[in-house]
């Protein structure tokens, strides 16, 4: 099968991601002043394929011929043009004029019985000899045909070709790597249904946006488990191995068109990656380095250590697959004996933290022994940077008694991160019993040994009670590891302020959320740490969950200066604080959510997903929430939906957050609203299965987005009353934000009588969502449709697009109920022209009393018929009417719909009830 494609019967396969190239390519082949196109791509891009989607197009237009180079009939004169040669004499094969004519008259005879004008297709152009490239620039000189040349970049003997789109006889169009928004469209496109933004970006990533190489990534992981399916959703359960026949074969050939110090230089940055540019050239010789990195084969490091790697991420993986072990441990000698220092863990740049690390793995692939003491910083470095599985096997490979309690920490701590609670409880026992032989021997082992035990705990929830033995536990522990070291027997500062976290997460758990915001507004009057530790993640933690605090009071700008503290200290100083990186994006995209601030929201979720392959595997669920929950805030539910879908599956497997249950609710509200009740029965069923856990907040709107989902399944449930309830719950533990939220929901499903107590709400809350929801609120209080117009202007200004179809929807009714037809009549139309400003959202609402336009069942059916081509007169017969009843019907359907004519009647109809048919109306 074609990369990135699926075949249709009959048709070539179906390409995604390469829409505008395939629309170039066919409109440039068509313009009368060319002579056709040039496309060059490397291998895999999906020149091919694209050539087969534009043959497909020209069909019937043009007539194609096909021409295919090889490495070996490139050794022959005119070797690719045989098949146009059968008639070519021997002395003709002598002289370049006769080879043209010979080739000429084939096509000539071709277009006389041919139904189109000839098209010569040259795939793997890169491999035409001299001659044979001179008589195709000479066919194209000449305007008796077209071509289309497939070839890939620095080909030796097409210049003469190239020249022609350089003079503007030729189109040339570079095909680059697919974006991370097409290799989105490939993944859904091949896998059939949705997936996980974050796992398509790392894939994206590890193929380099090549078609075949995400291809064989799809197919390999789908094969060994790591790609999951869910209800139809698909994510990434772990990194995906690159080792696919496919890309293994293609790496073997592209390995052989180097020369021997280039295949060495290869295998050495293959090995090593990264590597600084002055060790690989002193290892290698700069020549090889030179002509990889003029080739694209090798590109920089972003940092100032000037390190090169392979610019294809799967190339480094196979070629250490093909590289022997004693070879392996040779080049690792000559690369040790040229690196100028050994920087660890504790360089500046990125880049050379991460070629230490990659060094270490390396001594132990060639069984070389290393240092306990520096494995066991290896592992600590290795669990910072998400490389959980790396900082397992530096941890387990760690012998000697001092440094075997701490290696046992981190090799908890990673296997966590990869599901292996139980043997990381077994390996956390006794840590932090004070009195014990077993406690932790160092300071910086016994804080690392609580947050993993905290993290481990954490997974059912630590109550109130929890989590304040915990803080005691943590200072008795430290006071007395002081005594044992020669100290005064007291914990340190840093340590009384982690336990004090612990002791104000205690409050929040028990509710009291004004004294725990009074106690992290001390923590957060600290100076900022400027390293790595303890103190600084002491306060990135603070910051968030005070700005977590803010939101629910319905104080967004100082929340977010909170939010953003805590995530620029996580960014600048990383270490112990990248573990905390998923807890404070919440915390922010809560903020930003609540705030109305879409458009900053969309640049920070964005920005996540050019993280690391670790992280968007880890976090991909959270992000995926946030990804729907921005545009089930806007409206867009069906584009929400395709985000929540495959985060739902995720955060079965991974929650770190604990926001599953908000994610259940709000798919289930969503599902509800597009109509798709099955998708709602499943997902309440499982919310319904869950205990109360993770924030408090999101859990009652979790409760409320359930409970709003069942007001269409279940009409004569007492759906407002429960909303109502669980909105005063909210109100009384002070969680303002939660409570605004759920109001609006009881506005959606009809419960009217709460627009005073949320525009009351919404004005003591900032931020352009509180603007747009009170502006609504008090239109709908009022009861006043100039109003009701006037707030759906301001939802839009804010871009909450439901928000004003909901508006408008309320005025329409109005006017409905007092009889004035002509006003409902234009707000139906003004609806349906601002449709492309509401971002196409339609109206389709929980209570039946709220939908915008209600026709029966028999007017559905006509409807049907009419749009189907029957007359009135046709409608008559077949429901045995009067075609007098039958006009009675439709001019009573052209009021509800606001149009005078015909002409207008499917446009209207789909736009106000899209997918409605009679048998919906059943």
């Not at 503007?168 to 989105?184: K, Q, W």
């Not at 907040?697 to 007492?718: F, H, I, M």
């Not at 409807?863 to 019907?889: I, K, N």
Request: with cysteine; proline share 5%.
């Amino acid at each position: 099968m074609i990369p990135g494609a699926i075949p249709g019967p009959g048709r070539a396969p179906a390409l995604f991601g390469r829409d505008r190239e395939l629309a170039e390519i066919t409109s440039r082949l068509l313009e009368p002043g060319l002579r056709g196109a040039v496309v060059i791509g490397e291998g895999g891009m999906g020149k091919s394929a694209l050539a087969d989607q534009v043959l497909e197009r020209l069909n019937g237009i043009v007539t194609p011929s096909f021409i295919h180079g090889s490495p070996v009939l490139s050794r022959l004169p005119y070797g690719v043009l045989s098949a146009y040669l059968e008639t070519a004499g021997p002395e003709d094969m002598e002289s370049p004029l006769a080879v043209l004519r010979t080739i000429r008259r084939h096509f000539r005879k071709l277009s006389e019985v041919g139904s189109g004008q000839p098209l010569l297709v040259i795939d793997d152009a890169q491999f035409l000899d001299e001659a044979s490239a001179h008589v195709v620039t000479q066919l194209a000189m000449s305007g008796e045909l077209r071509l289309l040349i497939l070839a890939q970049p620095r080909a030796r003997h097409i210049h003469e070709l190239l020249s022609l789109a350089r003079d503007g006889l030729l189109a040339r169009i570079d095909l680059g790597a697919l974006s991370r928004d097409a290799v989105h469209e490939v993944c859904e496109g091949v896998l059939d249904g949705p997936v996980l933004r974050a796992s398509s970006a790392v894939l994206a990533t590890l193929s380099g946006g090549n078609p075949l190489y995400l291809k064989a990534l799809l197919a390999q992981s789908r094969r060994l488990g790591h790609l999951a399916e869910g209800n139809g959703a698909w994510f990434l359960r772990r990194e995906p191995d690159g080792l696919d026949s496919a890309v293994i074969d293609r790496v073997k050939s592209q390995l052989l068109t180097r020369s021997p110090e280039e295949r060495d230089t290869l295998e050495t940055l293959a090995l090593a990656q990264p590597l600084q540019r002055s060790v690989l050239a002193a290892v290698c010789g700069p020549a090889p380095v030179h002509a990889l990195l003029a080739d694209g084969i090798l590109c920089a490091v972003q940092g100032p250590a000037e390190m090169l790697r392979l610019a294809q991420p799967l190339h480094a993986d196979v070629i250490r697959s093909l590289v022997p072990a004693v070879r392996s441990a040779a080049i690792r000698t000559k690369v040790l004996d040229c690196l100028p220092d050994r920087e660890g863990a504790e360089a500046g740049d990125p880049s050379v933290k991460t070629a230490w690390l990659r060094r270490l793995e390396w001594a132990l692939d060639c069984g070389e022994g290393i240092p306990d003491a520096e494995l066991l910083q290896a592992a600590r470095a290795a669990n910072d940077d998400g490389q959980w599985p790396l900082a397992v096997r530096f941890g387990s490979a760690v012998r000697d008694g001092s440094c075997l309690a701490a290696a046992r920490v981190e090799t908890a701590a990673a296997l966590m991160e990869t599901g292996g609670f139980a043997r990381a409880g077994d390996l956390l026992e006794g840590m932090l019993e004070p009195g014990q032989p077993t406690l932790a021997q160092d300071e910086e082992t016994l804080t690392r040994a609580v947050l993993a035990t905290v993290r481990l705990d954490n997974r059912s929830g630590l109550n109130e009670g929890e989590l304040v033995a915990l803080a005691s536990t943590w200072v008795a522990a430290a006071g007395e590891l002081s005594a044992r070291l020669g100290g005064t027997g007291k914990p340190p500062a840093s340590v009384e302020a982690g336990a004090e976290v612990l002791r104000v997460l205690a409050l929040m758990a028990a509710g009291n959320y004004p004294e725990a915001r009074d106690r992290l507004t001390e923590l957060t009057k600290a100076p900022q740490p400027q390293a790595s530790g303890l103190p600084a993640l002491v306060a990135a933690v603070s910051h968030g969950l005070l700005a977590e605090l803010l939101v629910s009071e319905g104080r967004i700008s100082s929340a977010l200066v909170h939010s953003g503290t805590a995530l620029d200290l996580i960014k600048r100083l990383g270490g112990l604080l990248q573990a905390y990186c998923g807890a404070m994006l919440v915390r922010h995209a809560q903020a930003l959510l609540h705030g109305g601030r879409f458009s900053e929201l969309e640049r920070v979720l964005a920005a996540k997903l050019e993280g690391t392959t670790k992280h968007l595997i880890a976090h991909g669920g959270t992000l995926g929430v946030f990804e729907g929950a921005l545009e089930i805030h806007q409206g867009r539910l069906r584009e929400g939906l395709q985000s929540l879908h495959p985060a739902v599956e995720a955060l079965r497997i991974s929650d770190p957050e604990k926001l599953l249950p908000y994610a259940l609710g709000l798919a289930g509200y969503a599902s509800t609203v597009v109509g798709d009740q099955d998708q709602t029965a499943r997902y309440a069923k499982e919310l319904s299965s869950l205990a109360s856990t993770g924030s408090r907040p999101l859990w009652l709107v979790s409760q409320a987005y359930a409970a709003a989902a069942l007001a269409s399944s279940e009409p004569d449930a007492r759906v407002p009353a429960t909303l109502a309830e669980i909105a005063e719950q909210a109100r009384t533990e002070g969680l303002l934000a939660a409570e605004k939220d759920i109001l609006a929901l009881c506005l959606a499903v009809g419960d009217l009588s709460q627009a005073s107590r949320l525009q009351e709400v919404s004005a003591a809350f900032e931020g352009g969502e509180a603007q747009a929801l009170n502006a609504y609120a008090g239109a709908v209080a009022s009861g006043n449709p100039d109003l009701m117009v006037a707030a759906a202007d301001e939802a839009v200004r804010h871009r909450k697009y439901l928000l004003a179809v909901e508006s408008i929807g309320h005025a329409i009714r109005f006017y409905g109920t007092h009889g004035n037809l002509r006003r409902q009549r234009a707000l139906i139309q003004q609806l349906r022209r601002r449709r492309g400003e509401l971002a196409g959202v339609t109206v389709s609402y929980l209570s039946p009393s709220l939908h915008l336009v209600r026709l029966t069942r028999r007017e559905h059916e006509i409807v049907d018929l009419l749009l189907a081509g029957a007359s009135t007169r046709d409608v008559a017969a077949h429901f045995t009417l009067s075609q007098r009843t039958v006009e009675g019907h439709v001019y009573r359907i052209y009021v509800k719909l606001g149009i005078s004519r015909r002409a207008d009647l499917e446009a209207a109809y789909r736009a106000l009830e899209p997918g409605t048919s009679s048998a919906a109306h059943e």
